[in-house]
């Protein structure tokens, strides 16, 4: 590729948010305030009546002659309508008429999938969307009003009627923490229902959530064009890497932080297994002080592979992740650990990389209290000695696959 059409490719930004964060609302904002930029918009909507679309012809002013507006409706596009999501690209992009391509997911569709569209090469119809445009931003448009009330719902999608097929098995908040931990702008939007000290706490807990992201206050969607359009933002691997529960796993030194509002994170690091039948009492005494949770189990009854937990809100998820390096036949082992310094540094002579390793984001935890909790579930020394195959596990077995669509 060489660096002229490197230089003209259109720069596309993705709008996602849970449904009536007011995604749409900011869209004709920005529309209406785009300064001469001929805009091709993409909207798209579970149902076969694109509302989203009309209120856009509506809002937006579009001009018929130099901008475009794509309907792409009864499906999802990070999902269903993926491959239609590639075409209608392609074809804007040729098209040679626009200046930027601004993208409005449905309000259940998932960011990932979405941004890989633009990444990777898509081998099956030979479209490799990154010659012709570049991805500049991932917005995440958060309902400050309901955040809180969605996030503690403990609905599923299907139970909202608002699921993408019939094995949707999200719940709501698994689609909010998608949202939130893949993003380069968080806006915060509805902020004109808030008081300042609800706001100011919910920014804490967002901020800890996703670090990374640049955050916008904003009411009725009115945002500069210039927070979300030819940001130089987006960047795969860092949007991958983001969330606020990686950084606090990856950080080197746990420096104690302050604490605003109580917003706090923490680590919760043994080397030694639980034992599941305690671990699942504990779980299922969930404290609700904690927002998000995540990291990696250490099992006594799973030796060989560790078990990932997730949760936010009332939301857990736990299963197989995948085979510890110790796990492995020993020629497997001694290759894993040459190719990987990092692996072997932390290497425990007795009992290699099994750990458990937990982050904890939450708001008034009681870390102390958390910490005892769980060193309870830890075998005791006499555990340690005896048969662990043995021991009652009632805990979920299945890989923690939350959707079964992508
Ligand atoms: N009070 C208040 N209402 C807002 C704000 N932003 C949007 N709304 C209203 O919230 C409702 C939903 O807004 P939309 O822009 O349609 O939300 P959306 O995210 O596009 O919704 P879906 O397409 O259903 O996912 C509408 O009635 C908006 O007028 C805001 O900042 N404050």
Redesign the pocket.
């Known amino acids: 590729m060489n660096q002229q059409t490197l230089e003209r490719r259109i720069p596309v930004t993705v709008l996602s948010?849970?449904?009536?964060?007011?995604?749409?609302?900011?869209?004709?904002h920005v529309l209406q305030n785009r300064d001469g930029l001929r805009v091709a918009v993409i909207v798209n909507?579970l149902s076969e009546v694109n509302?989203?679309a009309a209120?856009v012809k509506d809002g937006g002013g579009l001009s018929r002659t130099d901008e475009k507006l794509v309907e792409m409706s009864n499906g999802c596009i990070c999902c269903t309508l993926r491959e239609d999501l590639l075409r209608e690209v392609e074809q804007l992009a040729k098209d040679g008429r626009f200046d930027y391509i601004l993208i409005?997911s449905?309000?259940v569709g998932e960011p990932v999938p979405v941004a890989q569209t633009f990444t990777y090469v898509d081998e099956e119809q030979g479209i490799d969307l990154s010659r012709y445009c570049r991805l500049d931003c991932m917005v995440t448009?958060v309902?400050a009003?309901r955040f809180w009330h969605d996030y503690s719902s403990g609905e599923s999608l299907l139970a909202r009627g608002q699921h993408v097929g019939d094995d949707d098995a999200r719940e709501v908040v698994d689609l909010l923490i998608d949202q939130i931990e893949f993003c380069d702008v968080l806006v915060l939007?509805?902020?004109?229902?808030m008081d300042e000290a609800d706001l100011a706490e919910l920014e804490g807990v967002l901020r800890k959530l996703q670090p990374r992201a640049k955050l916008i206050r904003?009411?009725?969607?009115?945002v500069a064009p210039s927070d979300i359009l030819d940001t130089g933002l987006f960047d795969f691997e860092a949007a991958s890497l983001s969330a606020g529960w990686i950084r606090e796993m990856e950080k080197q030194l746990h420096v104690p932080e302050t604490e605003e509002y109580g917003i706090a994170s923490f680590v919760y690091e043994r080397v030694r297994p639980f034992h599941p039948e305690r671990l699942y009492r504990w779980m299922s005494r969930w404290p609700e002080e904690i927002v998000r949770a995540k990291g990696i189990v250490w099992l006594a009854t799973r030796n060989a592979m560790g078990q990932s937990l997730s949760q936010a809100g009332p939301s857990i998820h736990f299963g197989p992740s995948g085979c510890w390096i110790a796990a492995l036949p020993e020629a497997e082992r001694r290759a894993i650990l040459r190719e990987e310094p990092e692996a072997a540094a932390r290497w425990h002579a007795e009992h290699g990389d099994r750990i458990n390793k937990l982050v904890f984001i939450g708001i008034g935890m009681d870390r102390a209290g958390i910490a005892d909790g769980l060193d309870a579930c830890l075998l005791t020394d006499a555990e340690m000695k005896r048969d662990w195959s043995r021991f009652a596990d009632r805990l979920p077995n299945a890989a923690p696959e939350q959707h079964g669509l992508h």
């Open positions: 948010g849970y449904l009536g964060s007011g995604k749409t609302t900011l869209l004709n909507d509302i989203d209120l409005e449905t309000g448009v309902d009003y939007n509805k902020c004109d229902l904003a009411s009725h969607g009115r």
